[in-house]
Structure formats: C-alpha cells, structure tokens
C-alpha cells in the first residue's frame, strides 16, 4: 500500500504542483491534506498553464481519484467557479472527491482577515487576506460550519447563527454589508451544496479502500514546512500544519500508510509576505532571479522576496519531515552566474554563528546568512534530460547540497514544462521513481 506525501521543503511556492503531477501520471489517487486557496499550484502541459487552487494537481489525469481532505479549509465559491474553468476547458472533473468533514470558509471569515490585517499595521503578517486563519480558528474553538452541514438547511442555518454571535463585536464595521444577512448566507451556501453535492463523501473510506488495495496514493501538501504553525517562523506562518505528519490527520490515515516523503525545493529560496529570511538578496540580483523565476504568487500575483538557497533551514524541515528525497526544481534559473551561494550557516546580531535553525525567534529574525561559494555554469539546462546533460558545475551544486542536507535529490526541473526533468540514480527504487517515471519525463 504504497503512501507518498510530497511537502513544501521551504516557504512555499516551491512547484509541489509539478512534482505531484508528474508522479500522479502513475498513481491512482491524490489526496490534499491541509490548507485552503491561499495556496496555488501551477502545471504546464502540453503548452497549457493550469493554475488550482484547491483542486489537486491529479485532476489533469483522467480517472486519478482526487480528494480534498478534510483537513482542508474549503471556500465554495472558489471551489465552484475552478470546477466551472476546468469544465470550460473539457477536463473531466468526475474523479473529484471532497471530504464531508472538511471546514467550510464563510463570508465573515474574509472580513475578519481583512480588518485582522488592517489593525496589525506595519506588524502584519502578509496573509492572503482569504479567510483561511479565522476559518481554522473557528475550527479549533469548535464553531465551525462543515461542507456536510451544506446539505442540511436546519442545521447550516443554527451553526451560522452560533458561529456569528461571539464576532458581533469584531464584524460591527460589516454591519451593514448584505453577505451578513443570514438567509442570504444560508441560501448561497445552500447553493453551493447543491452543486457540490455529487462530490461529497466519506473521504476517508475511500482513501481506506485505494491503500489496502495496494493502489498508489500522493498525499499532496500546500505551501512550505517553514510557514507551519508549529515548527515554521511564527507568527509569520500559515493557519496549519503543511508539514508530512499532517497527511495523517488531514486524511485520515496512519503513519505506517506512508512509504516515502519527498521535500520540494527551489535551486535558491523565495518567500512571500512577511517574517525572517536570513537569505534574502536585493537590489539588481534579486530583480534579475525574480524575473527568471517568474517569481511571482499564483494565488495573489504579489511580487515574492528572493535569495539564495539556505541549507541551515532545508536540513531542519528535512529533519522534521523525514525526508526520503528532495526535488530541486528551478534550476535553469541559475544558469548564467559565475558563481553560486549556499547558506551553510547563520551569523546572529553580536557575531554567533548558528549551524542549526534557531529555536528563538529573536535570533532568527535578526540572522543573517554566511556562504560558501560554489562555480556556476553558463549552459542552457532547459535541454537536458539526464544528469550526464547537465554541466559538471551545476552537477557539483546539486551533489553539494545533497551531502549537506543529508537527503539524495531524485529529480531536478529544469524548465516550466512538465517534460523539463531529470531524474537522478537516487531515485531508483523508489515508488515512482527513476525506475517508474512517468512516460517521456526522462
């Protein structure tokens, strides 16, 4: 019953959607775990850009079973109007499966995130302004309105009204906005119900019976392990947990349903909105990386702050997500630089240098990255599609950060297009891997 999550290894944005489309082409189904639509991945086939949002990245592939689980915060306007886009471009949408248990983002939920970041000021902490924080937050104080409370109008109707009444106070600027009205909201959501009905289901079974099966399940994350609440760069996190143990809970699984847990990494490290980024570059370098990268959100369009790769963080969010393999992606980016840095460790306010990730945020946020430097490479990479391809440079970069963070790289992307991919000996013998890859992606 082969189990492999795939998990942001940074900030975020790292390409999860390309690494899972690519080993969705094998497996039979896709599971997102945790998080809302203030995450995006974005897919090129065939010359076609996909963004989704909330939708697995399996949903390309005809008859992969893919499921929003319940540790998912779903927004049923969102859902909806992708389900429309995808349906306007043929893609068969009948595979999609979402969770009876997952919680419901309300209209409230976005004005409170939007008056939340507001009052914060200049100490905002640069979230999507989508509702996923108050949405979690009434998951947590048990005033939560669940996608199967959709399908029953008395009971939708009593949590709207339980849910809005310790908020009074904080929606009183809403006052008179008309999303407000409670039978407008329970119509709309009503609505909603109605479409999304077919699609409902015990999710949990279903992932159950793919498993014991002896079917391949990913089980997809969204943004980074650095933005978890846990273990990320807190307050300057997301509202979940994007890191591989949440795949149990947000659907429902064990521990021992998973085989394999593959990090997602940029060749360097970008991060959007604000907190520490010991790595951060600016001034022309940074304008030029994020031009190559196109490093900008797929959710927000918002600019993303850029730098170079930071090892220091990488070895702890493989720590704490057992890495099995890295999937470096980007890496034509770098093509054209003399040289190349990695962040072997940090330098602190008075001069201490740290060689793990600091537990303190008062030292993160004032540390600063050192480097070794490492040869570039001038090649196209865009063309290569097995390691002998690349240049022995860029062959040496990959094995350098392999050996620091302790975990063997299985592919590395080398252009948007989904074919743009080298899979690497370390991954043969792993579950889709090298010895498995998807059809031309070697």
């Known amino acids: 019953m082969p189990g492999i999550v795939i998990v942001g290894a940074q900030w975020g944005d790292e390409g999860k959607g390309k690494v899972t489309?690519?080993?969705?082409e094998r497996a039979d189904a896709v599971v997102r775990f945790q998080g809302g639509n203030n995450a995006g991945h974005t897919i090129v086939r065939n010359s076609q850009t996909?963004?989704?949002?909330l939708i697995p990245s399996g949903i390309l592939h005809a008859g992969t079973l893919c499921v929003i689980g319940n540790g998912v915060v779903v927004d049923p306007k969102v859902l909806t109007d992708e389900l429309d886009e995808l349906?306007?471009?043929?893609?068969?949408?009948?595979?999609l499966r979402i969770s009876a248990n997952a919680h419901l983002i309300m209209p409230y939920h976005l004005m409170l995130d939007h008056a939340g970041e507001a009052k914060l000021g200049k100490l905002q902490i640069g979230t999507t302004r989508r509702g996923i924080g108050p949405c979690y937050a009434d998951k947590a104080a048990r005033l939560g309105i669940r996608v199967q409370d959709l399908l029953d109008e008395k009971i939708l109707k009593k949590k709207i009204?339980?849910?809005?009444?310790?908020?009074?106070?904080?929606?009183?600027?809403?006052?008179?906005d008309p999303r407000l009205d409670l039978q407008t909201m329970t119509e709309e959501y009503l609505t909603y119900g109605h479409v999304l009905e077919r699609h409902i289901q015990d999710t949990t079974r279903l992932v159950h019976e793919q498993l014991d099966s002896g079917q391949l399940v990913l089980f997809e994350g969204a943004q980074g392990a650095l933005l978890d609440i846990d273990h990320g760069t807190y307050p300057f996190v997301t509202s979940s947990n994007p890191v591989a143990g949440a795949a149990c809970v947000g659907a429902g699984v064990g521990p021992k349903d998973i085989d394999e847990v593959w990090g997602v990494a940029k060749a360097y490290a970008t991060r959007v909105g604000a907190g520490p980024f010991p790595t951060e570059l600016d001034g022309q370098m940074a304008d030029d990386l994020r031009?190559?990268?196109?490093?900008?959100?797929?959710?927000?369009?918002?600019?993303?702050?850029?730098g170079w790769i930071d090892l220091v963080a990488l070895r702890y969010t493989a720590r704490i997500n057992s890495l099995t393999a890295l999937a470096l992606t980007k890496l034509d980016v770098l093509s054209g630089q003399d040289r190349v840095r990695v962040c072997t460790r940090y330098r602190g306010a008075e001069g201490a240098e740290f060689y793990d990730f600091p537990y303190h945020q008062t030292v993160l946020h004032h540390a600063v990255g050192d480097y070794e430097e490492l040869p570039g490479w001038s090649e196209d990479v865009t063309e290569c599609r097995e390691e002998s391809d690349l240049p022995a440079a860029a062959r040496e970069y990959l094995q350098y950060i392999a050996e620091f963070v302790g975990v063997p790289i299985s592919l590395v992307s080398v252009g948007a297009g989904r074919d743009q991919?080298?899979?690497?000996?370390?991954?043969?013998?792993?579950?889709g891997g090298a010895a498995q890859a998807p059809a031309g992606a070697q």
């Not at 996909?50 to 949002?53: I, S, V």
């Not at 991919?421 to 579950?431: D, I, N, P």
């Open 21 to 24: 489309d690519l080993l969705a």
């Open 291 to 306: 031009q190559k990268g196109g490093e900008y959100g797929t959710t927000t369009g918002r600019a993303r702050r850029v």
């Open 50 to 53: 996909w963004k989704l949002h």
């Open 161 to 176: 009204v339980a849910a809005l009444e310790p908020k009074r106070l904080s929606l009183r600027p809403f006052a008179k």
């Open 421 to 431: 991919v080298v899979w690497t000996q370390a991954s043969v013998g792993m579950v």
């Open 87 to 95: 349906r306007r471009r043929r893609v068969d949408i009948e595979s």
